[in-house]
């Protein structure tokens, strides 16, 4: 059972989490998220890493290419304006993490069939295409054999 400064610090890091969630496009930086959690830095970074399993830009890179892979399932935009509008700078950067959680690259993504998801609601498609934190590379080798 959490004692209560554990359920007050969890609600802190809900509420920087809640910022993540609702302002993904915009410029955040630790230092925000840390102030929603009336927190320090440091403090704020090691305990969302406990808390959510991935530190706070991971997560808040998890949200962008999440948004990012629903506007190119929609189509009619590029994956310029897509990058922009999730709120990354710089295209390079958005397409090396694009790829490495989601397997494809957003030009290739966003040209894939998308049918499966045509009649599934949002929060479910969301569910279904989820980006994994899996690195791609290590999951291409085989195991060692054991010795």
Known sequence: MADPQELTNLAHLRRARDVIDRDYASPIDVAL???AALMSQAH?????RIAYGETP??????????RAQ???????????????AVGCSSL???SA??????????TAYRGASHARL????????????????EPSRIRETSPAPAT
Do not use: D, N
Request: charged content about 20%.
């Open 57 to 66: 830009y991971a997560y808040l890179m998890t949200r962008r290419i999440e």
């Open 33 to 35: 998220l840390a102030r």
């Open 118 to 133: 045509e009649h599934v609601p949002g929060c479910i498609a969301r569910e279904l295409t989820r980006p994994s934190r």
């Open 70 to 84: 629903a506007l190119l399932r929609m189509g009619g935009s590029s994956v310029t304006e897509v990058c922009a």
């Open 92 to 94: 390079g950067s958005f």
């Open 97 to 106: 993490r694009f790829t490495q959680l989601v397997g494809l690259t957003p």
């Open 44 to 48: 704020f970074a090691r305990q969302f």
